[in-house]
């Protein structure tokens, strides 16, 4: 079911309030082991409380890819009867435009010396009175957040707060240093059928976990990879993905996984040598989707058909990643040997409202469908670009709006709660 709010169409995979965007006890007691935080005992914990559901999952979902936990709130008397409990690092806090009930919480924070970050937010007039009252009673008051807000604002307030992942972005080290030291991890986006509001797949993302650097991002060790580096990173992601598609399995979860590899792995790595070697043919699968960017394969689309041919029968399909930059080479061929085609985020980048990027968004996806192919949306960040993308036909997406990569261990958690809640997931 689509949420709606003002400004467009707000709606993800987790349809339920006890779904991804509320910290469960598995989910805290593991978060720690999977690094958000090098230097706690535990993962940093923000309370989320507004009245409407739609800007609480969105700040979850960027909160927990910044490395927290969270716990939402509909209303302050739920939030202060938790208050009682439980101490969190960080406060998110709507001020109504009946903002008696907000003073009071905020008073109460006070008379129980609340020493964590105490972030309002909302359009009233009464902000800046509100936060001088928190003042006066010695809180951490932030400045005031007005809406509407972006991903970024909020990962800027948990990083000045030095919460959760540090910034890693000065670290630079070695791929094959990286991949030698069993540095490498693999971190997890959902992807969401936009229709119907349902995870129907996952994105591996490789990460770094130095000893001393922390968790680093793909660009902090993948700039200078050779060509060895990448195919050894390619079979690595492989069998990672292999491994965790059992796991899916396991939990009575349908999800397809999808890996990115460079077009040159198609030729070199024996790919069904790897799938009949850490795969069990007769366990329930979903498959797995491999991304080769549309810069790579459009020089050697036989490649593409022949592996598509090879690949078919261990239900193992290709996926143009980063299309729209040049697909008017690939739009006059007869056939595309593509399973998914993964719109560039330049061109989803508010094509809601942008008069270049819709057309092109919607002719990448009219383009899909002739071909029998999956139209995929990559970089989904605002609701009014969902509106357009389901007014354009397009099938599934991914982005902070619909959920961030996330660790392996907290992934697992949250789909096993989701599956002992609500039944298995995907379709």
């Excluded at 939990?251 to 460079?262: K, T």
């Excluded at 989707?289 to 593409?304: G, H, M, N, P, Q």
Aim: hydrophobic residues 40%.
């Amino acid at each position: 079911m689509l949420l709606r709010r003002r400004g467009g169409v707000v709606g993800h995979w987790l349809d339920m309030p006890e779904g991804l965007a509320r910290a469960t006890p598995r989910a805290t007691e593991t978060a720690h082991r999977s690094g958000a935080r090098a230097s706690d005992s535990r993962t940093p914990l923000c309370f989320v409380v507004d009245d409407d559901p739609n800007i609480r999952h969105f700040l979850c979902l960027v909160l927990q890819g910044s490395g927290l936990d969270t716990h939402e709130f509909g209303d302050c008397d739920s939030f202060r009867q938790t208050m009682e409990h439980h101490t969190p690092d960080l406060v998110f806090l709507n001020i109504p435009l009946e903002s008696s009930e907000a003073i009071a919480a905020i008073v109460g924070l006070g008379r129980r010396n609340f020493s964590g970050g105490v972030q309002l937010m909302g359009s009233s007039a009464v902000l800046e009175h509100v936060r001088n009252i928190g003042s006066q009673h010695g809180l951490n008051m932030l400045p005031v957040l007005t809406k509407p807000f972006d991903s970024n604002t909020i990962i800027k307030i948990v990083q000045d707060l030095k919460l959760g992942d540090a910034p890693s972005a000065a670290a630079q080290i070695d791929l094959e240093q990286a991949l030698k030291n069993d540095w490498i991890e693999f971190w997890y986006q959902p992807k969401v059928d936009l229709r119907r509001k349902q995870l129907v797949g996952v994105e591996a993302f490789a990460r770094a976990r130095h000893p001393d650097h922390g968790v680093l991002p793909p660009n902090c060790f993948m700039s200078d990879a050779d060509s060895a580096g990448l195919l050894s990173l390619a079979e690595l992601s492989l069998t990672n993905a292999l491994r965790i598609g059992e796991t899916f399995a396991g939990l009575g979860i349908s999800l397809r996984v999808a890996v990115n590899v460079p077009a040159e792995a198609l030729a070199k790595l024996p790919i069904i040598e790897i799938v009949q070697k850490f795969h069990n043919p007769g366990d329930s699968w979903a498959g797995l989707i491999l991304d080769v960017t549309e810069e790579e394969i459009v020089s050697d689309l036989r490649l593409a058909v022949d592996v598509t041919k090879q690949l078919q029968w261990y239900n193992i399909k290709l996926a143009v990643d980063e299309f729209g930059r040049g697909f008017s080479s690939l739009a006059r061929l007869k056939e595309l040997p593509f399973a998914e085609l993964k719109i560039d985020r330049t061109l989803v980048t508010d094509c809601g409202t942008d008069k270049v990027n819709a057309p092109l968004c919607k002719t990448v996806i009219d383009l899909a469908h002739n071909f029998g192919s999956i139209a995929v949306a990559i970089g989904i960040e605002k609701a009014s670009d969902v509106a357009a993308l389901v007014a354009m036909g397009c099938d599934c997406g991914q982005g902070f709006l619909l959920g961030q990569p996330m660790p392996e261990e907290r992934l697992i958690s949250l789909l096993r709660q989701r599956s002992q809640g609500r039944g298995p997931a995907g379709g």
